[in-house]
């Protein structure tokens, strides 16, 4: 039997899933639903579900439909919101609704269309008369390239996000007057350890600079002088080489309940270092595993932490099932969806 939420949630009924969270799970389609009436499924939560269908919704208007909900849902289109304007749509919030193009946005004159996943920016520059948030067109990174940062900088751009996202080259970072939050550019995953190096007078963070994806042990180690965040080092550091070199290098600095927070940690790192005193909580929330992995390391783990785990996969939770899960947070796992 295929690996899929329903056949699970039939086979646990007895558990306390969570029918709110369960009702907007992606991973319960509406043939669920339909085979299946007779569960305490939650119509408002449901509306959020990218498997229904408008077909579905239209036979059952009296239902307690969120209308909110249905307005931003990927399965709803413009023509089913343009042939059925009677209905209780929430137009403020169409423009989020990834499946409705920018022009239809702009040509009926709809609201928060900075925030529109579809927006780009010769979008902004041909429609100069919109009244444009710059925070959310900044922020929705859908819109914008470095390219046009360069070329338009005197436009409202919301600086602090810009510096933290934008890809930067020598030639936009080395433009005068370019108001830089040097805090967010400190961690920004295009800023490299040559960029640091080559603009030495900038007052750069160094506690953001610990947790910038460049940085690595050997430059941490070369600069012993500069205030680095170890905490934040022992969170984002890659363990390219394992934890007993990792371990070795960084000295008194060692942290081992830091440590069990990198996401680059593996079960096998646990496994071969059993005089660690690994945190619960950061192996719970971090670590890739599998339901062989669990059944060696149940006893050192939070399993409600572990039910938030995002590379958790549906298998596991079938394989075992009698495990203490939070039923409340599998009710909303994505399982890879």
Known sequence: MPAKLIYL????????????RLSANPNIDQEDVLEHPDLPWNWRMFSMNPGLRFEFVLAHLDWDWCWTALTENPAINWNHVSEHRDLPWNWSVV???RNIRVETLLNEGLPNVSKSVNLRFHHVLANPAYPWNWYDLTTNRCVWTAADLTLHPELSWHWPYVSSSCEITRDLFAMSGLPWDYSSLSFNPSVTLELIDAFPLIPWDWTRVSQNPNL???????????????????YFMPLSKGVTDFRRRVGAHFNEGKLSFNPSLQVQDVLENPDIKWSSSGLSRNLVVTASDLQQMH??????????????RLETI????????????????????
Request: charged fraction near 20%; avoid cysteine.
């Open 9 to 20: 949630v039939l086979e646990t009924l007895e558990k306390p899933w969570n029918w709110n």
């Open 95 to 97: 423009a989020y609704n």
């Open 299 to 312: 006893a050192v783990l939070d399993w409600t932490l572990l039910s938030m785990n995002p590379s958790l």
């Open 216 to 234: 690595t042990l050997d430059y941490v180690l070369t600069h012993p002088e500069r205030p680095w965040d170890w905490d934040l080092i022992h």
């Open 318 to 337: 079938m394989e075992l099932r009698h495990a203490p899960w939070d039923w409340t947070e599998l009710s909303s796992h994505r399982f890879g969806v």
